[in-house]
């Protein structure tokens, strides 16, 4: 409930005494989404955390990319302030959810297995709920999108995506349908024509 709401997607809780045989895997909590119910979020968890842990936890990504752009838009030496106090929150943050000992092999085995499971979840169907995207997708698009074209000093977290066909055309059929109209002239969000992204 927390991490949905830290997503700012809308909440309702409804207690119920059968709720393990109201989820398809028999755990819970699980998550109603229209029609569709999703247990084990897990995955989608797991890529914020190795997001995080790329950017901040690895000293050279930190050094080289994800310090200098946090600064950018201040002047020193609150950039510097700044960008040291991001770092040491996300590295506390990291401790705290038990990443802190982990090494950049380890994120990648974890990011690994999201993929495998996203993957199996998706198969081939258009969306995760079939033929509307629902703000399941609209959220796991944003964590896909984000490493498949945030520059960082190795291509090793892109490639693990890459090569899930299905999650690829999944992120290019999501920014075609709803970025491609606002691409002409807006290079600075991040977006470009074409599949030429993945």
């Known amino acids: 409930q ?3 709401r830290m997503c700012n997607l809308p909440v309702q809780v409804s207690y119920r005494p059968n709720a393990e ?18 247990s084990e979020l897990g995955p989608i968890v797991q890529f914020t955390k190795a997001k995080l842990y790329i950017q901040w936890c690895d000293d050279n990504t930190a050094a080289e990319i994800s310090r200098p752009r946090y600064s ?22 990291m401790t705290a959810v038990g990443w802190a000992g982990k090494n950049l092999e380890q994120v990648y085995e974890d990011v690994s297995q999201c993929c495998q499971a996203l993957s199996q979840r998706l198969g081939t169907q258009p969306y995760f ?24 000093t190795s291509d090793e977290l892109s490639e693990k995506v890459k090569s899930y066909s299905n999650l690829l055309a999944f992120c290019r059929r999501i920014e075609q ?11 600075s ?10």
């Open 129 to 152: 709920f079939n033929k509307q995207p629902t703000e399941l997708d609209a959220l796991v698009f944003g964590h896909l999108f984000t490493i498949l074209t945030t520059r960082l």
């Open 189 to 198: 969000r991040g977006y470009s024509k074409g599949p030429s992204l993945f």
């Open 72 to 93: 950018s838009p201040y002047s020193w030496p609150l950039n510097h302030i700044l960008a040291y106090q991001k770092q040491w929150e996300v590295r506390r943050k």
């Open 21 to 38: 045989y109201m989820s398809p895997s028999g755990k819970v909590p699980f998550v109603h989404v229209g029609n569709q119910v999703v």
């Open 2 to 4: 927390a991490y949905l």
């Open 177 to 187: 349908s709803y970025f491609e109209d606002s691409q002409a002239g807006s290079s």
